[in-house]
């Protein structure tokens, strides 16, 4: 089979599609003095919030710096547990032990890879702070189980959604679906702001208070706590004392930029129409692997709207390759580059350090050897979609 021109599309292997709208509206932030925090990301922020279904949304530089201020904003600290996924980028664990958490791992559910709340009141104690859940490849957790049991032990739940803007739960989008809510526009997401990026979203007025003014070094101008940037500011409550800056603790700069703003603004309108193709392709390809003998398709829980960020298989033990030499042969002989979300959290050597080890996550580090990612994102023709098909289909009958 010959190689398609798009072969440079399976090997850059995530991301969106910039087009027109996002370059006329970064010309225009760029002839309005391309400020901070001004008033592109409160457009952002209140399109974003109304999308997901919630009050209030926080425009920040990462999904990285969401799950700080997040933490912050409830008030975890040294001394304080948090429960996460071992199946995640190490971002998501990661922000918290910055904040002097620490971490526990709860193992996974087989089928969608995601937290497995069956496992999760064993780890709960007297120290646990909040939960971490990741929407994993772009499916929802169990969410309805997940609140139940924080409710019950007086935990606050943070949803780690960079994989998942758009997705559902039992009809309500993420970003609604717990106290918290963070998501990522890193260039390799679903949607993007330029290269980085990322959203606080919450229905809780307190935590979004604080997460406001830690996004901005907890200072107050003109009384109140710093949050769009107007340049022609004409605001003097304070009289001759306007310039009198106060701090009420010490913060973070988290803040994004309009002319991200005004990408994302552009990338939101986008979004359904762009997860839409994610999940057209994705159907393609649950047809053309079907018949692989020893891979098992992507799961779909019935209660959700899958988003497909990626597109993971499991090789199983009839499969004639191993995970890495499957990787290695489609993108060697194929030009297609797989990838393998993710490194175990837990089994990182960071996390080695804190005690973590082998055993912590039966079910997880038995998939690890298993999961592949393929690319499903909204710049892959169908004649790419069908051409990796046909290489995985080839090499599923090499050594047999
Ligand atoms: C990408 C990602 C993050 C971190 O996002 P950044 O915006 O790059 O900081 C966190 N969690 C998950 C699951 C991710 O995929």
């Known amino acids: 089979m010959e190689k398609p021109k798009i072969l440079y599309e399976l090997e850059v292997a995530h991301g969106s599609i910039y087009g027109k709208e996002e370059e006329q509206a970064l010309l225009e932030v760029l002839r309005n003095r391309a400020p901070s925090c001004g008033p592109k990301v409160q457009e952002f922020e209140e399109a974003f919030a109304e999308y997901c279904g919630c009050d209030h949304a926080l425009a920040v530089t990462s999904a990285?710096?969401?799950?700080?201020?997040?933490?912050?904003?409830a008030g975890v600290t040294r001394g304080d547990e948090v429960i996460t996924t071992p199946i995640s980028w190490i971002a998501t664990a990661a922000a918290?032990?910055?904040l002097g958490a620490e971490l526990k791992f709860c193992d996974v559910d087989a089928r969608t890879m995601n937290l497995d709340p069956k496992k999760l009141e064993g780890l709960i104690g007297p120290k646990t702070k909040a939960i971490v859940p990741v929407h994993l490849y772009g499916q929802c957790c169990a969410m309805d189980r997940?609140?139940?049991i924080a409710e019950k032990h007086n935990l606050v739940v943070?949803?780690?959604c960079a994989h998942a803007p758009g997705a559902e739960y039992n009809g309500k989008k993420t970003g609604s679906l717990a106290h918290m809510s963070v998501f990522s526009f890193h260039q390799q997401k679903n949607m993007g702001t330029l290269g980085e990026g990322g959203m606080l979203t919450t229905s809780n007025r307190e935590l979004r208070d604080k997460a406001l003014s830690y996004r901005s070094l907890c200072?107050?101008?003109?009384?109140?706590?710093?949050?769009?940037?107007s340049i022609d500011e004409d605001k003097y409550p304070m009289g001759k004392d306007y310039w009198r800056v106060q701090f009420d603790a010490i913060g973070y700069n988290f803040r994004m930029t309009d002319a991200q703003a005004a990408v994302g603004i552009e990338q939101l309108k986008k979004l359904d129409r762009h997860n839409q193709r994610r999940i057209?392709?994705?159907?393609r390809l649950d047809e053309k692997l079907g018949a692989v003998k020893g891979i098992t398709l992507p799961y779909i829980d019935p209660k959700g709207k899958h988003v497909f960020h990626v597109y993971v298989i499991l090789l199983q033990d009839g499969f004639p390759l191993t995970k890495s030499e499957f990787m290695w042969e489609l993108y060697t002989k194929k030009g297609i580059k797989a990838w393998s979300h993710y490194m175990l959290i837990h089994l990182t050597a960071p996390y080695r350090v804190e005690g973590h080890k082998e055993g912590e996550c039966p079910v997880a580090e038995q998939a690890f050897d298993h999961y592949v990612s393929l690319p499903v994102h909204p710049r892959l023709t169908e004649e790419a979609i069908d051409y990796m098909a046909a290489s995985i289909v080839e090499?599923?009958?090499s050594a047999q």
């Not at 200072?219 to 940037?229: N, P, Q, V």
């Open 395 to 397: 090499l599923g009958n």
């Open 146 to 148: 997940i609140m139940e």
């Open 219 to 229: 200072a107050r101008i003109y009384g109140e706590s710093y949050k769009y940037l």
């Open 280 to 283: 057209d392709l994705a159907a």
């Open 96 to 98: 918290f032990s910055a």
């Open 64 to 73: 990285t710096t969401g799950l700080t201020l997040a933490g912050l904003a």
């Open 158 to 160: 943070i949803d780690d």
